[in-house]
C-alpha cells in the first residue's frame, strides 16, 4: 500500500517529515471490518490510524412516513453521531457531503417507495473522520446488498501554506492525523467515483484556496482513493467484485 502511494505521488514542494513515519502521500493503515452489527441489514467498521467510524445500514424498507416516500426511486437518509455529545453543524455538514457522496452510486430506481438508512457512530477520532465516515458508510451498503453502480470512496488532504513566505508552495498531506490539521491552513476531503475517477463531493475547512492547490489536492486524493480501492479490492474480493474496476484487461 505504501509503495503504491509512493509511486503515485505527484511532484511538489518537501513537506516536513511526519511524526508516524509516513510520506505526504501515504495513508495510514486501513482496517474493515464486515457485518460488525448483527441487527442491522448491513454494517461495516472502517479505521484509518486511530480515526474509527462504524456504520449501519436500515433497508430499503418503507419509510416511516408518508412523506419520505417517492413513488419512483429510494430515498437515502445519512445520520452522524459524533463520539460524544449531541449533533452539531459540523455533523450536518458531514451529513450533506456524505448524502451526495452517496446518492452518486447508490441505484435509488431498483427500490421504489422504500427507504435506506445509514447511521454513522464515531468511535474515536484522531484526524480525516470525514473520509473513514465515507468509506465505512460505502462498506455498510454493500454489506447490505444495496445495489451501487460504482465505488464511492474518499481521502482527506491537508494543506500547509508557509505564511511567512507568500510565494512559497504549498505541501500537501494525504490523510493527515488530528495534530497535522492544527497546523493545515486548511483540510479537504473529497469523495471520488471509482468507475470513473471523478469528483463527485468535497467538504473542506480552513483557509480557502486558489484553483491550482485545489486541483493538485483533488488530483493526489483521487490517486489515494485509486490505492484504497486496490487495497479494498483485494481484502474483499468477493463481495467487491461487481462493484470494482477489473484490472484485467480481458
Not at 174 to 185: Q, V
Not at 230 to 239: C, D, E, N, V, Y
Request: hydrophobic residues 40%; aromatic residues 4%; proline residues 7%.
Amino acid at each position: 500500500l505504501a509503495q503504491a502511494q509512493a509511486d503515485g505521488a505527484m511532484a511538489e514542494s518537501p513537506s516536513p517529515p511526519r511524526q508516524d513515519g509516513r510520506g505526504p502521500h501515504q495513508l495510514r493503515p486501513p482496517l474493515v471490518a464486515i457485518g460488525a452489527l448483527l441487527r442491522a441489514d448491513g454494517s461495516a467498521r472502517f479505521a484509518l490510524g486511530q480515526s474509527v467510524v462504524l456504520a449501519a445500514v436500515y433497508g430499503p424498507r418503507d419509510p416511516k412516513s408518508r412523506g419520505r416516500e417517492v413513488f419512483d426511486r429510494a430515498t437515502l437518509e445519512v445520520i452522524v453521531r459524533p463520539r460524544v455529545g449531541v449533533p452539531g453543524p459540523a455533523e450536518r455538514q458531514l451529513e450533506g457531503h456524505l448524502q451526495r457522496q452517496l446518492d452518486h452510486v447508490v441505484m435509488h430506481e431498483q427500490y421504489p417507495r422504500t427507504q435506506i438508512t445509514v447511521i454513522l457512530q464515531v468511535c474515536s477520532s484522531d484526524g480525516s473522520v470525514a473520509a473513514v465516515a465515507g468509506n465505512a458508510a460505502f462498506l455498510a451498503l454493500l454489506d447490505a446488498g444495496v445495489a451501487m453502480r460504482a465505488t464511492a470512496l474518499g481521502v482527506s488532504i491537508g494543506v500547509l501554506i508557509d505564511s511567512e513566505v507568500p510565494e512559497a508552495p504549498v505541501s500537501l498531506l494525504m490523510d493527515p492525523t488530528e495534530a497535522e490539521e492544527r497546523e493545515c491552513a486548511a483540510v479537504i476531503t473529497i469523495g471520488v467515483d471509482g468507475g470513473r475517477g471523478e469528483l463527485v463531493s468535497s467538504i473542506s475547512s480552513g483557509a480557502a484556496l486558489d484553483a491550482v492547490t485545489w486541483s493538485n489536492c483533488v488530483t493526489a486524493g483521487t490517486k489515494a482513493c485509486t490505492v484504497l480501492e486496490a487495497f479494498l479490492r483485494t481484502s474483499l474480493q468477493k463481495r467487491l467484485e461487481p462493484f470494482l474496476r477489473s484490472s484485467d484487461p480481458s
